[in-house]
């Protein structure tokens, strides 16, 4: 309302000006008229035209100035009044950005030292903590755009702390491992803790913790040890690093100590054995010395002296199992016991191939088996001799059991007995064969015989297959058996069709 007022009072003065001009103007006007009708009076006029002009002046253009001066100081506060509504406006917009903000930031703050900021913030978190601090004071005082700022400030540093984060840890970590293989116990659980607090989830920073809290007892049982391995006393050394080693599994200089140890210890163990093994073997005591030559080669599986030595070994071995089966592969063969000595003499072989004397010896007797499975054969076989070819066969195995060196009595047997089948299926015998005179007869792979009442005909001893067919009647077959002179068969066919 004071500012309307300051306005139209500074109008009204203006409007007075003008009209003040207005009324001058025409005194001046009136003067001028006559000054015309006196021009005697011309210097006196023209001095009192002056004088009015500088009254003019005083009095009525000088208040203007004076007026708008005036006006200028009035409108003035009215514009810090308006500029302090604005200020206020703005505060009170800031207000709840300020608020907001204090919500994330306390969040965050909280998130950061969960992960452990008191101990590696720095200077980054205490300068961020400081403008905290100030935005709070300014939020007190009321001076919200100042808090913003300031808590603007707070959440770029804060978000800058937690980006860093994932560095943050894996120096830690790196600073924490360090110090675990140098030794230094005290330094790595510090580290370790920190980067517990940062994130105290992950497992391998957990694992690193435990075995640095353990690090003194494994550090110890490595020094004793070392003063073991000094001595030659593996036995003792690998204990000291097997203890080591159940405390603290992954511990590079308790595993390589070990290593050490007990690839020495072994070593050791392995020179015993093989000169045990020799010893035994020189003693013709194979199975002592395999025994001793096979737990060295546990030892040392691709060792080239261990693997000589067993070579050597089954060598003597595999030449007195030779001898040994050679022996019952001779009386094998004496008896005319052809399988046995079969798998004597390949058993022989497959020891050692490359005895030239127990290959020929094997191939006699194969010889001697197939000669054996013949005569056994034909000799079984006196229904079948009737087939020439079959009968050709078993004269030419005759022929070649006859010739056989130091036949053995099983072999002559079984030629005797083979030279009594072929005579008995050498002599034919009267067979007689009775029909209906309508049936036609074919004896199978021998002759046809045509339609008949009776005919004899000569065969010669074993098994036969007869045929009969007749227009319009079912065939017939019969299968006979010639063993005597004067045997009858009846063929005929009968059943119609």
Do not use: H
Request: hydrophobic share 40%.
């Amino acid at each position: 309302m004071n500012n309307r007022v300051t306005d139209n009072s500074g109008s009204d003065s203006n409007q007075q000006v003008k009209n003040s001009d207005l009324e001058s103007k025409t005194i001046y006007q009136e003067k001028l008229e006559k000054n015309n009708n006196n021009s005697n009076k011309k210097l006196i006029y023209s001095l009192f035209i002056f004088l009015i002009l500088i009254l003019v002046g005083v009095v009525f253009i000088l208040p203007n100035f004076i007026n708008q001066a005036n006006q200028q100081n009035e409108i003035n506060p009215t514009e810090e009044l308006n500029n302090l509504e604005i200020d206020r406006s703005s505060q009170s917009t800031s207000k709840p950005i300020a608020q907001a903000l204090i919500s994330e930031l306390l969040v965050k703050i909280e998130d950061l030292k969960t992960n452990g900021v008191l101990f590696w913030g720095g200077d980054s978190w205490l300068n961020a903590m400081e403008l905290y601090e100030m935005g709070d004071q300014s939020y007190t005082s009321g001076a919200f755009d100042d808090a913003v700022k300031y808590y603007r400030q707070t959440m770029d540093l804060l978000v800058d702390l937690e980006i860093t984060i994932p560095q943050v840890l894996t120096e830690t970590l790196m600073l924490a491992s360090n110090a675990f293989e140098k030794g230094d116990q005290e330094a790595a659980i510090k580290q370790y803790e920190i980067a517990l607090t940062i994130d105290g989830s992950n497992q391998d920073t957990r694992k690193g913790y435990q075995r640095s809290l353990k690090l003194d007892k494994v550090i110890e049982y490595i020094r004793l040890g070392k003063e073991f391995a000094s001595q030659s006393n593996w036995p003792k050394a690998i204990e000291a690093y097997e203890n080591a080693i159940l405390i603290d599994p992954d511990y590079q200089e308790a595993l390589s100590g070990f290593e050490f140890s007990n690839a020495s210890y072994l070593e050791q163990q392995f020179q015993d054995l093989l000169s045990k093994g020799y010893s035994f073997m020189s003693e013709a005591d194979f199975e002592n010395a395999n025994l001793s030559f096979q737990d060295a080669k546990t030892i040392y599986p691709q060792s080239l002296d261990v693997l000589q030595a067993i070579e050597v070994l089954e060598l003597n071995q595999r030449l007195e199992k030779i001898s040994l089966i050679q022996k019952e592969a001779t009386i094998a063969t004496t008896n005319e016991m052809w399988d046995l000595a079969k798998v004597l003499y390949e058993e022989i072989l497959a020891l050692d191939p490359n005895i030239i004397e127990i290959k020929k010896n094997l191939q006699t007797v194969n010889e001697r088996i197939n000669l054996v499975s013949n005569l056994t054969l034909f000799i079984s076989s006196i229904d079948k001799l009737n087939d020439d070819e079959l009968y050709n066969q078993a004269i030419t195995t005759l022929n070649k059991a006859q010739g056989v060196q130091n036949k053995g009595p099983k072999l002559e047997q079984q030629i005797n007995d083979l030279n009594r089948v072929l005579k008995f299926a050498s002599i034919p015998l009267d067979t007689i064969f009775m029909s209906d005179g309508m049936t036609q007869i074919t004896i199978y792979k021998l002759a046809q015989l045509g339609s008949f009442y009776e005919k004899t005909v000569s065969l010669r001893p074993g098994t036969y297959t007869a045929i009969g067919t007749r227009p319009g009647y079912r065939d017939v077959i019969l299968k006979f058996r010639v063993e005597k002179a004067g045997q009858q068969f009846m063929i005929q066919c009968k059943e119609m069709i």
